[in-house]
């Protein structure tokens, strides 16, 4: 049984730092992509950051790039996004999610190319 299970969010005020951490179990094949969105209150879900496992490969939203970072440890299957400069605007509850690595990338930042989905965590960033 895959599961992803988010961690890190917590309340911040502008210009702070957050990592956020998916831990993901269950999955048994190397080469996936996982991929960080967010879902202001009242709002669509929206693609933050995505990676591929078999190379690192990373690819950022416009408005984050500079201030985000994803990463990935490949010894316990863990992907995090290192959130710098935080803004309100930020505010969102974030979700991690994994789907397999496609040659096309552009399906890397569809929330619907993606198969399985960690529960959320929320992050809040005063002004």
């Known amino acids: 049984q895959v599961q992803l299970a988010e961690s890190g969010g917590g309340l911040v005020p502008a210009g702070d730092s957050l990592r956020l951490s998916c831990a993901a179990s269950?999955?048994?094949?190397?080469?996936?992509?996982t991929g960080w969105f967010r879902q202001p209150d009242g709002q669509e879900r929206e693609f933050v950051a995505a990676?591929?496992?078999?190379?690192?490969?990373?690819f950022y939203a416009d408005s984050v790039l500079g201030r985000f970072t994803i990463s990935r440890d490949n010894t316990n299957d863990t992907v995090y996004l290192q959130m710098n400069s935080l803004k309100p605007e930020d505010t969102a509850v974030y979700y991690c999610?994994?789907?397999?690595?496609?040659?096309?990338?552009?399906?890397?930042?569809?929330?619907?190319?993606?198969?399985?989905w960690g529960q959320g965590t929320q992050v809040t960033v005063s002004s």
């Open positions: 999610a994994t789907q397999p690595r496609r040659d096309a990338t552009f399906y890397y930042a569809k929330s619907s190319s993606y198969d399985y």
């Open positions: 990676i591929t496992w078999s190379t690192n490969t990373m």
């Open positions: 269950g999955l048994f094949r190397r080469d996936y992509v």
